[in-house]
């Protein structure tokens, strides 16, 4: 449980500061503390070619990318996500462990959706897409180009911006509820698996 734990710890800072060597540090330890204790069994997972490809991606942007001290925090949490995501598949490798792990990521699911709702509801009004962010978007070429001085005059946020809060708000409340019937059908498959075996 350390080893996991380490892990978890470890993607979560790297997360937060991209820059610091320790969550890396964490992770590595995390893993090979799981892997000798045992804990953690490295093995092969139908994921393991996109996972692949995703971690070469990752490369790629860094090589390609003319910001590579931005883009690097991005391929920074791209790769720690890709090791958890395997540390937690390596480790929940028992039907205890596993029925641990889908409540954990239920649990967590909850907490990420009340913390969403309350972000909805506080910036909601701020982010109403108005004419002026309209008129913003069909001039967006101006302000990729670099001439933002001839950009119509905006609120706290651009017309950019609230479109990207508008479309999380929309794919988090997709997410949601897929995950909720999910759930509840993963929920009703064990039981009716349990009700023949009886």
Do not use: C
């Not at 330890?29 to 139908?46: D, K």
């Not at 651009?158 to 509840?184: C, D, E, P, R």
């Amino acid at each position: 449980m350390i080893g996991i734990a380490l892990v978890g710890l470890g993607v979560v800072w790297q997360n937060m500061f991209p820059a610091s060597p320790w969550g890396w540090a964490a992770i590595g330890a995390g893993l090979i503390f799981g892997m000798v204790t045992r804990q953690i069994r490295p093995s092969r997972t139908p994921l393991d070619r996109p996972a692949l490809l995703l971690a070469l991606m990752g490369g790629v942007s860094l090589w390609a990318t003319a910001f590579p001290e931005i883009t690097w925090a991005q391929v920074a949490r791209l790769w720690s996500g890709l090791i958890g995501a395997y540390a937690v598949s390596w480790w929940a490798n028992s039907r205890a462990r596993l029925t641990w792990t889908a409540w954990g990521l239920i649990a967590a699911g909850v907490v990420m959706a009340l913390f969403f709702i309350a972000t909805v509801l506080r910036f909601w009004r701020l982010n109403l897409i108005e004419q002026r962010d309209i008129e913003w978007l069909k001039n967006v070429d101006k302000m990729v180009g670099g001439d933002d001085h001839n950009m119509p005059e905006q609120g706290k946020y651009n017309g950019g911006q609230k479109l990207v809060f508008w479309l999380m708000t929309v794919s988090l409340a997709v997410l949601l509820i897929t995950g909720v019937l999910a759930a509840f059908v993963a929920r009703r498959a064990v039981a009716g698996r349990r009700s023949r075996h009886v």
